[in-house]
């Protein structure tokens, strides 16, 4: 199986002024765990994690002040559509993260989680025997 058979495209972009708090509630209500941080003034992507918002939180900072740049991961890893799920899961394990951009054309087009390659490893079952 590849990246594109388990990735999420949809893809929630945010600024990199948008405050902690604005960046939760976009991912929230559009049910993703991470936001694709886009600084227009650095031509650069990064990314957000709920990991990362729960950090700053936990260290007191107040989500409505916090930007978003100052909590994303620039030193992003991409996924192509093309990686095998084995391909990305060994990249999530070296680098110790849980959520892969997926570009393609040079583009952000998804973004794969290690959630998504579970789902598609893991077969469905009709009923759990009790």
């Known amino acids: 199986m590849l990246v594109r058979d388990a990735m999420s495209t949809v893809v929630l972009t945010i600024g990199p002024t948008h405050t ?5 509630g976009l991912m929230s209500a559009r049910k993703v765990g991470a936001a694709i ?5 650095t031509c650069g992507l990064g ?4 990991r990362d918002i729960l950090d700053a939180v936990g260290a007191g ?3 409505d002040e916090e930007p978003a740049h100052a909590h994303t991961t620039t030193s ?3 996924a192509a559509p093309e990686w095998t799920l084995e391909e990305a899961a060994q990249a999530m ?3 110790h993260f849980r959520h892969l951009i997926v ?6 087009v998804g973004v794969v ?5 579970v789902r598609l490893w893991t077969p469905a079952r009709a009923a759990v025997p009790v």
């Open 47 to 50: 990314i957000l994690t709920e």
């Open 93 to 95: 394990v070296h680098g």
């Open 76 to 78: 992003v890893v991409f």
């Open 103 to 108: 570009l393609g054309s040079r583009e952000p």
């Open 37 to 41: 941080v886009l600084d227009p003034d």
């Open 61 to 63: 900072l107040d989500p």
């Open 20 to 24: 902690l708090r604005q960046a939760a």
């Open 113 to 117: 989680s290690v959630r998504d390659i």
